[in-house]
């Protein structure tokens, strides 16, 4: 069964360093969207991608953030200078039309420490 | 500001127990509502609900959605300790892409 892939599973960095999340979504899925759960909260959208830009994006999803397709099968998130509030567990996600309605398929997680 | 909320936040059953969790929402424009269980690694998707008092079933596992009292049940009949997990419900709303989930009920089936 197809399924979204995630790379690092952990990633330990320093804080004001940057890292780069990487997901593989599911082949014939267009739309794509990350999420972070903070350790005993609740799973918060931060955007989601559509046709090689951005369609949404929530209010935490600031400059030090970004996101990229750079190939046919990537979807990357990069946090450009990491904050100790950055920790968190980040699940990639992916959906066929998506919109209203349609199911979100997510991945295993990358969980990043920011020390 | 809109919300989605769970409970029980945690429940210990013993095998064979019938649980039911909760969801209630109130977001604006609703569209949907989904369950996802939540294990050591992703959240998998369980059910979509989005007509009221039609009930999804797959296996003993069971939901349904009161759109009047914006609610939805998850039910797990025969509980097996394979069911130990994290429950999430998330909701769609119109007009938007993004998920709004709830804070998880953790499930815990003990032998």
């Known amino acids: 069964e197809p399924e979204v892939t995630q790379t690092p599973s952990h990633q330990v960095t320093q804080m004001g360093q940057e890292v780069i999340l990487r997901c593989v979504p599911i082949s014939n899925h267009l739309y794509f969207y990350w999420y972070r759960q903070i350790l005993g909260q609740k799973v918060e959208f931060l955007v989601s991608f559509y046709n090689n830009e951005i369609s949404e994006k929530s209010e935490i999803f600031d400059d030090q953030f970004s996101v990229e397709r750079p190939d046919g099968s990537n979807f990357t998130l990069k946090i450009r200078s990491t904050k100790l509030e950055d920790s968190a567990m980040y699940f990639c996600?992916?959906?066929?039309?998506?919109?209203?309605?349609?199911?979100?398929?997510f991945g295993p997680g990358t969980r990043l420490l920011v020390l | 500001e809109d919300k989605v909320v769970q409970s029980p936040l945690s429940l210990v059953v013993h095998e064979g127990d019938t649980v039911t969790l909760n969801c209630s929402y109130e977001v604006t424009n609703f569209r949907s509502l989904l369950w996802y269980k939540q294990e050591k690694k992703a959240p998998t998707f369980l059910f979509m609900l989005t007509s009221s008092g039609i009930e999804k079933k797959s296996g003993r596992l069971s939901s349904i959605l009161d759109k009047k009292e914006l609610f939805s049940i998850l039910n797990i009949t025969a509980t097996q300790t394979g069911d130990s997990a994290i429950y999430l419900c998330?909701?769609?709303?119109?007009?938007?892409?993004?998920?709004?989930f709830g804070k998880g009920t953790k499930l815990t089936v003990n032998p």
């Open positions: 996600a992916s959906s066929g039309l998506g919109g209203q309605g349609e199911t979100q398929y």
């Open positions: 998330a909701v769609y709303q119109g007009g938007s892409e993004k998920l709004v």
